[in-house]
């Protein structure tokens, strides 16, 4: 909700609350015969005192606009309009029959984001303010009087898929011509464009045990059968891929090969060699997950596997996100031709393809003879993030916490050495003002966190451990 | 295909094309047991003769990397690999099991204007680069050195949401709040999610004939069934809905009632009302697709059935890619809270929200006090071209082609007098170098075609339709 009162105005809070809710009642926002949000929610939404609206509900009840039904809330009223509106569409029906949500914690992380500006985000994979290209961004003008602002390239923008099959070429050896690379809202809605398109609602495939895809309600909502590939300190096994196929008869491999999301791990290049190998011989499809390869602090090189595939196994995915900034809404996916076609034709069909206007901003930003140095900036920033962060988790919890130091990317992944009540721990950081990624909605070993440390300013990173703490120490306490 | 070979260079023409599909089969963009384009195909795509491919073709052929199959064309060979790597993922069944592709002719379509620059272009529904404020939208600065380009709030930009809350109120007397809208890319997405959402395989809903929807292959690909609910020139006779209902128990029905696509009807209020009415008995929802509803040349004011509605039976869905610029990809969606909260909450898996800067940029345009002069201009400048388009046709065609002259919007809805052949008549315009949308890919009834005055500099026009008719002459000839 993004009303609140004012709490100087003569208007009385509660008056104000019954005001908005009955003209969102009368909008048809909240139809006959739905549910309100709870007293508490609701006081929490509008950052009031819940007797405050129990007031203004108590009010609206007078009125017969709303009516309290046991065991479900407040509802408004469906005998307002007069019996025969009992038909109404059943909205609660319709929803619940819809998609599977995000979980639960996962949904709690959007809400108290969004609803907060002091509060420090270790939860989401993004950069912070210090590492985007502000001043780089501000001076490029996107267009000018000749542009064409009409519907772009649904492929994509040509010269931003050039951009990006030289930036393929120059940091991660990929070969690709401009015709196999699909631009889409961020890597997100490339997986989601492969997994309902390629995929069919029974079919079996294999995310990594933890992984960024093992929280993604996507592949349930298609009614794919997710089966676990373990991720560890050794990396994958590749042989683990071929038990899970003949076990499932997976049909793709969700693999994200360097700074694995959330573990920092890198394949190395015989793991690498052997998962095509493999998936060559059984016709497994591999979709690459490639959002910071080339944010290694080391000087080491990493391999995509794309670039080891030449008989096309692979359907590639990355972005700009994590690059130049997740606000752009700028990702890809590079593979074969009858895939990127047919990709096409159905995001035509469902968004009519990207903005063009950052489209022409990240086009000229790639193309910027600063361009370069900002990936230097960006990687030196991250190593110094992820330095301080990991100095004071171990000043502060010593041995209670264990990690893997990563060598590139932007997230932590923490073990504890003993058992811990998770969701305890995350109520109260976000009491706290910090928010984290629980270990649980990654993977299916319990007492693990993530923290990305990319998404926050480093001159906040002190204050925002110093938080976590303090909320792991309460915790601690009171379980 | 977007590489051409350049034909003053040394190199032949066959050795580049041979050296272009070379380096895509090496980088797994036609992968082992592929099939490549036919040779017209190919000769088409890269402007040359079709002799110069075929030659390409031996050549790559002799080298054993292609192979021939009879009734299938030029492949990539599986054996070049060895014989082990039969079994790679069989791309071509991965696509066929996939989405319904678009109407062929519409994938024709976006083929042919993406390919051209010189095409002139009646068949998609956007503004031509002279109704476009290119000169406010260049004066404006999406964001500062303040601005946050993370990720944006999914549900989009909160000032954005309170721009176009005013302006609905404004501009169409719909009462919202800033909650209940969800930013989308385009009104594309926004029915998109709708039917991903809110409906599932199986069921049933009712879309006009003719009408934008029958065109959209989304409702198949997700399994519903649509029924056709006729526009005629009294517009839609309401108690169609409730036949449907009792026949089929239709659970949404799509309707466009303000300047409908393609036929440019208006439903008269009694008519919007009789709607409202018959929907809230049976509880079925209205899905309302309102693009262009104040557009109109006249000064009658058209109600939104939203505007109508207080007990949230309405979606409604609109965008500004026909008020500004399609190219923003900026539409919404307003409903009953729990329906934004969802298709929220799947935005989020499926495409992490919309770009930041062009909603940054939409916001600032909305609020600019240029804003209601640019749409005074936009209207003026739309009925200018339906006068001419309309003036051309009738002095060039006479009373071989019908229409009703709609009174706002961007479409003219032509009946021919006589049995015409459609695809002649399409294949004679593209080579003519004009191109519409034809009547049977909008509707059940033969001999109609849409002119779409909107997408065309007014200084073009008579040019498009000097091309059209001699088009339809040469078609006329042929049949």
Redesign the interface.
């Known amino acids: ?3 609140k009162p004012i709490k100087t105005k003569q208007l009385p809070l509660y008056k104000q609350i019954i005001s ?1 809710l009955e ?2 009642i ?7 015969g ?2 309100l949000p709870s007293e508490r929610q609701l006081a929490n939404q509008l950052k009031v005192n819940r007797s405050t609206v129990k007031i203004a509900f108590e009010e609206l009840q007078s009125t017969g606009l709303i009516t309290s039904v046991i065991g479900v809330g407040r509802v408004v009223n469906e005998s307002v ?1 007069g019996n ?2 009992k ?6 029906k ?2 619940k ?3 599977k ?2 979980h639960p914690l996962n ?1 709690q992380i ?1 809400q108290y984001i ?1 609803c907060s500006n002091s509060i420090i985000n270790f939860a ?1 994979g ?4 210090d590492l ?1 290209p ?2 780089l ?2 001076n490029i003008n ?4 000749e ?8 492929q994509g923008n ?1 010269a931003l ?1 050039e951009s990006i099959s030289s930036y393929m070429k120059e940091y991660k050896s990929i ?6 690379i699909l631009i ?3 890597a ?2 490339a997986l ?1 464009l492969i997994i ?3 995929l ?1 609602s029974g079919d079996s495939i294999a995310i990594g045990d933890p992984s960024y895809d093992y929280s ?3 592949f349930h ?1 298609a009614g794919i059968n997710t089966h676990l590939l373990p991720v560890g300190n050794e990396g994958i096994n590749p042989e683990d891929i071929t038990t899970l196929y003949k076990k499932h008869r997976i049909k793709m491999v969700f693999i994200h090969p360097n700074y694995q999301d959330p573990t920092g791990i890198v394949l190395d290049l015989e793991q690498k060699k052997a998962i095509i190998n493999i998936c ?6 591999i979709v690459e997950e490639d959002p910071y390869s080339i944010m290694g602090y080391t000087s080491k090189s990493n391999s995509a596997l ?1 670039a080891l ?6 359907l590639y995915v990355s972005s700009l996100s994590n690059l130049i ?6 990702g890809w996916i590079s ?5 990127i ?2 990709l096409t ?2 995001k ?11 489209q022409l ?1 990240a086009t000229k930003l790639l193309n910027s003879n600063q361009f370069n140095e900002h990936i230097n900036n960006l990687i030196k920033g991250l190593e110094i993030k992820r330095d301080l962060t990991i100095k004071l988790l171990k000043r502060e919890l010593g041995e209670e916490i264990l990690f893997s130091v990563p060598e590139g990317g932007i997230h932590l992944w923490c073990k504890f050495s003993h058992e811990i009540n998770e969701l305890l721990l995350f109520k109260e950081s976000i009491k706290n003002g910090v928010v984290f990624t629980p270990g649980t909605t990654l993977g299916s070993k319990p007492n693990h966190l993530r923290f990305t440390y990319s ?1 926050v300013n480093t001159n906040q990173i002190e204050n925002g451990i110093r938080r976590f703490v303090e909320a792991y120490k309460s915790a601690k306490k009171l379980s």
Chains 1, 2 share one sequence.
């Open positions: 909700m993004d009303w908005y003209s969102r009368l909008n048809g926002e909240y139809p006959p739905s549910r309009y025969h509106l038909r109404l569409p059943n909205w609660d319709y929803v029959e819809g998609h949500t995000n949904q959007y969004r989401i993004e950069l912070s303010p985007i502000m001043e961004l501000c996107p267009f000018d009087m542009s064409h602002l009409g519907y772009e390239n649904i040509l898929r070969k690709s011509t401009t015709s196999s889409t809202s961020g997100h809605q989601h309902r398109c390629l069919k993604m309600p996507i909502s060559t011989k059984y016709g497994i499809v794309k595939d030449s008989k096309g196994v692979v900034a997740s606000g752009l809404r700028i593979g074969p031709q009858a895939v076609d047919l034709d159905v035509q069909q469902i968004d009519f393809g990207q903005s063009v206007i950052p901003m998404g």
